[in-house]
Nanobody, 127 residues
């Protein structure tokens, strides 16, 4: 079992920044594990934001956040971060972190490929 706890959400004005954290505990990750961030706005489907390969550090981004968001991880702390800059009201959503541990090949943007999910943290961007 893996427990994921997100933090860092809040209310920010357009153009501002937030940094989300996702602390993982429980089962030890293999080198192939993938950590991802997804978000879900009211009335919309959950959408992929970003992902990072746990050991290699390879990163992936949705087109909508490229150049504005940066994903990183601290292996010693078992924590993944999402630095979000130049936020817009369209970024308003509940943000979830997730980890894929059971698949050799992961489609980073497919929620079904992730095995464990956090409870989510609200990000609200005012105009």
């Amino acid at each position: 079992q893996v427990q994921l706890v997100e933090s860092g959400g809040g209310l920010v004005q357009a153009g501002g920044s937030l940094r989300l954290s996702c602390a993982a505990s429980g089962r030890v990750f293999s080198s192939s594990a993938m950590m991802g961030w997804f978000r879900q706005a009211p009335g919309k489907e959950r959408e992929f934001v970003s992902a990072i390969r746990w050991s290699a550090g390879s990163t992936y981004y949705a087109d909508s956040v490229k150049g504005r968001f940066t994903i990183s991880r601290d292996n010693a702390k078992n924590t993944v971060y999402l630095q979000m800059n130049s936020l817009t009201p369209e970024d308003t959503a509940v943000y979830y972190c997730a980890v894929a541990v059971s698949r050799r090949t992961v489609v980073v943007g497919r929620p079904g490929d992730y095995d464990y999910w956090g409870q989510g943290t609200q990000v609200t961007v005012s105009s």
